[in-house]
Structures are given as structure tokens and as C-alpha cells.
């Protein structure tokens, strides 16, 4: 099957976390592009991260700041605001789906994900060439279980306005992680 038949609209739900610091707006997407060392994308690439609850988003978060950050910098922003959104989008492709990693060639899927050049290639070929929204990626916590997903969006490639994609939000309380 093509890989162009894998691309669905998508409607439904996931939530994203914020520091629980005075001033922090959910639709400030202004960090997004910041980051050098994200698993899908290079710095300089606006990607927005959901995750598909609250759950995953609070492993995902323990996990990134355990592998990639420092302890002093993890206990300044460890209370996390969680935010509920009601996500549109017209062309996603879900690569929690083993049929389309072996459309676009991949071995090992998922585990071949814990390659970041893995990562970055896939979804750059994606996000430049197939020109999609977003990803459906499996989180590097639950490998084992590709229900348990992460949401991937490509913010260059959607309306300036985020509304027209996320038109609903609600807080959805918050995660504190005690220890790293």
C-alpha cells in the first residue's frame, strides 16, 4: 500500500504540560523551535509535543528531564500545569501503526525509534516532503505498548493561528515530579 493512503485527518484529544509559573500562556508555542536535542526534530524546527494523556505525559517528562536534563535545573520547574486540548488536524500518519513503518521502509519499529537520527530523519522526511500536520510517535516509556502514544505536530506546517487545530483547551491539574 502507498505510504499517502496512511495519511488520515484526525479529531480527538491529548494534553500537554506547561511549568506552573506565573505568566505561562498554553498557546505560547513561542519554545517549541528552542530545544537541541528533541528525539523529532533538530533545533530551529517549531514541534509541538502532546501526549495522548496524562499518564504518558508524566512518564514522558520524568523520562526526558532523568536522560537529558540537570538536577538543578529539574527541581525548578518540576510542578507541571496540565492542559487538555480538543486537536483537528487534516493529515497525520501514525507511526505507532507497525504497517506504516514498514511502508516508509523502517526496521525494528518501534525500537528503531530509540535512534535519534532514526527520529529526526523520519520525521523530517515527513514533515518536508509529505508535508504532514503531525505524528502519532510511541512514547520511549511504553516501547512495549503503541496505545501509548505521543503526538507529534509540525507547527510550520499548519495556520498561524492555533485555534483553527486546537479549538478547545482546559486545565486538566497538574504533575509534580518528586524526584529525578
Not at 505561562?24 to 508555542?29: C, G, P, S, T
Not at 528525539?39 to 505525559?57: F, H, I, M, N, S
Not at 496540565?82 to 516508509?104: E, G, P
Request: proline share 4%.
Amino acid at each position: 500500500m502507498s505510504l499517502s493512503a496512511y495519511i488520515k485527518s484526525w479529531d480527538g484529544y491529548a494534553v500537554r504540560h506547561i511549568p506552573d509559573i506565573g505568566g505561562n500562556r498554553v498557546y505560547d508555542f513561542s519554545y517549541c523551535a528552542l530545544a537541541r536535542n528533541n528525539r523529532w526534530k533538530v533545533q530551529g524546527e517549531p514541534t509541538l509535543y502532546l501526549a495522548k494523556d496524562k499518564a504518558v505525559a508524566t512518564d514522558e517528562f520524568a523520562r526526558h528531564f532523568s536522560e537529558n536534563r540537570s538536577q538543578a535545573l529539574a527541581e525548578k520547574i518540576q510542578r507541571r500545569q496540565i492542559w487538555r486540548f480538543k486537536v483537528r488536524l487534516n493529515r497525520t500518519l501514525n507511526l505507532c501503526d507497525l504497517k506504516v513503518c514498514k511502508a516508509l521502509s523502517l526496521t525494528d519499529a518501534p525500537y528503531c525509534f530509540e535512534d535519534k537520527r532514526v527520529s529526526r530523519s523520519t520525521a523530517n522526511f515527513l514533515r518536508n516532503s509529505l508535508k504532514v500536520d503531525a505524528i502519532f510517535v510511541p512514547s520511549m516509556v511504553f516501547l512495549d505498548d503503541l496505545s501509548k502514544w505521543c503526538l507529534v505536530i509540525f507547527l510550520e506546517n499548519l495556520p498561524q493561528n492555533p485555534t483553527e487545530y486546537l479549538p478547545e483547551t482546559q486545565k486538566h491539574g497538574h504533575i509534580e515530579i518528586v524526584q529525578f
